[in-house]
Every structure is written in C-alpha cells, then in structure tokens.
C-alpha cells in the first residue's frame, strides 16, 4: 500500500480524483492529536447510531489537500496578484464524508481577483460518486472575514495560564499544543501533500501550512469534551462547516517548538451552540 502523494489521476477534466488508505488517516489523526471515535478503525462501531460505513477523514486533511491544491492552481494564473493580502479565508460546508479507500473529486473553479474589494478567492467542492461532500471557497483579504472583533489582552501572560483550564471568568477554555516541525510533516504526508514543498531541513526551508495549526482545533474541542465528562460513543460529533481566517504573517512566523494556546468559546447560535475557536501565539 502505497502512501505517496504523486498517486493523483485526472478526472472529467474539470478536477483531480484523490484517494485516501487508512494509514493517512492514521498518520494525520496522529499528528494532530485527533482522537474523536470517528476516525478510529477499530471504535468508530462503538458510536451509537453511526450513519458512516467506517471511519472518515478528518475535515482538516481535507482542507489542507485544498489550500495545498488552490496553491498549485493559482501558481499557474500568471494575472493573479495576491500582495499585501495578509488574511487567508476559508468557508467550508461539510455535506458528507469519506471513508479510507473511497475515490473522490476536488474541483477548484476558477481564480476570481477582486481589485476593489482586495480579495482573491476560489471556489471549491469535493464530490464522490457524484454526490456532494464539501462546498465552499478560500478568499485572501486584507483583513479576517471572521471573529475579527475578538480582543485577548486581558488574558496576559500566556504561559501562565493552565492547560485544560478555563480562563477570563469560565468564557473560554484553553488547550496548550506544540508546533514541530515533524508533527507538521506527518500532517502533510497524511493530507497527500509533498513534505518537502513546505519542509526541508537541508534547504533550511520551514513553512508551516496554513491548516497545519488549525488543525490541533480538533483536539481542543475533544479535550473540552472530556473535561466536560461527554460521552463520545452516546453523544458523538462532527463538523458540518468551517469558517476560518488565518493571520499569514503570524502563520509564518512560526517556529518549531512554539507554543499555540487554543481557545474555545461556546456562543449561542438560535437553538444549537456556535463553537468559536481561536488561537493564540505569544506574542499574539
């Protein structure tokens, strides 16, 4: 069984079929520190009222299959100027899912460049079999499309403050993770992405991806769970849309070793609850 990322084959014309084993799936849950029971090969059965024939992949590795495959088609429109747009967008929503072994369809549309607006964007979605499974766009911009009100000054020293704990009078629960650069390797090998293209000690070349971070969300919600004595198998979960801004600079700024502190935030959202995530770096 082959884990290469080259195994890509060109389909319809209009996107590229990918397929995932279960040994990317291992490698990018353990990467990132995901242990929610629907990506377990053996406990994904244990969920009580499973509508997934098997365990699906993480959202996140989908996601960073995608900032990876709009980088390569946006290398190849020449007119696209993208400068000074500080922020990458992501707006994703989760239709289905994709077990390991099952051929699916990215389909990125064509590059949109807004001059007025500052943005670029691209649409997005992935099918298998036909059938929706994600739709959405990533958009550069000039300032983050969401939760760009948000202010942590009154947190202070972050590398005080205890990991699994609530902070700021109980609002936001946090989770302490740890950027690594071998950590980061895995994630992209387990997302069908070339390590080297973002990593490579020997040409001092370190570029984190930009999902590579937003990925350890995932473990901070789980984590927050378990504090909150959820039972996983009686009251699983899983995403149904992502909406993400991502400060460029600050992502590559980062090291290997730096700390990111996570914060979780429950808002009510008309009868269901909204989960806003953010997170933070030292120097924030």
Known sequence: ?????????????????????????????????????????????KIANNPFNGPILLGFQLEALIEDQVKKHRSQEKH??????????YHFNFAGAINPGEPFELDIKKTRQDIKASTVSNRICIKKDRRLVL???KKNS???????????KDLGNLATLDDFSFVLDQRYFLKKKYITTSNAKNFLT????????????VEEKI????????????????EKAKVENLDFCKNPSVYTQH??????????????????????????????????CYGLTQSR
Request: glycine fraction near 4%; charge should be negative.
């Open 243 to 276: 909406k993400i801004s991502i400060n460029l600079e600050l992502n590559q700024s980062l090291k290997s070793n730096d700390p990111l502190y996570i914060l979780v935030e429950n808002v009510p959202f008309g009868q269901s609850t909204q989960l806003n």
């Open 142 to 152: 000039a300032s983050p499309l969401y939760l760009a009100d948000a202010d942590f």
């Open 1 to 45: 069984m082959s884990i290469s990322p080259s195994n890509i084959i060109p389909f319809k014309k209009t996107g590229k079929q990918f397929v995932f084993e279960q040994i990317h799936l291992d490698i990018a849950r353990n990467a990132t520190d995901d242990f929610n029971l629907f990506h377990d090969k053996k406990k994904w059965q």
């Open 207 to 222: 570029n984190f991806p930009e999902m590579f971070a937003c990925s350890f969300i995932s473990c901070a919600l789980l």
């Open 80 to 89: 696209i100027v993208d400068r000074n747009l500080l922020f990458s967008n």
């Open 135 to 137: 739709s959405g766009q």
């Open 190 to 201: 387990g997302s069908l992405i070339e390590q080297s293209d973002y990593i490579d000690e």
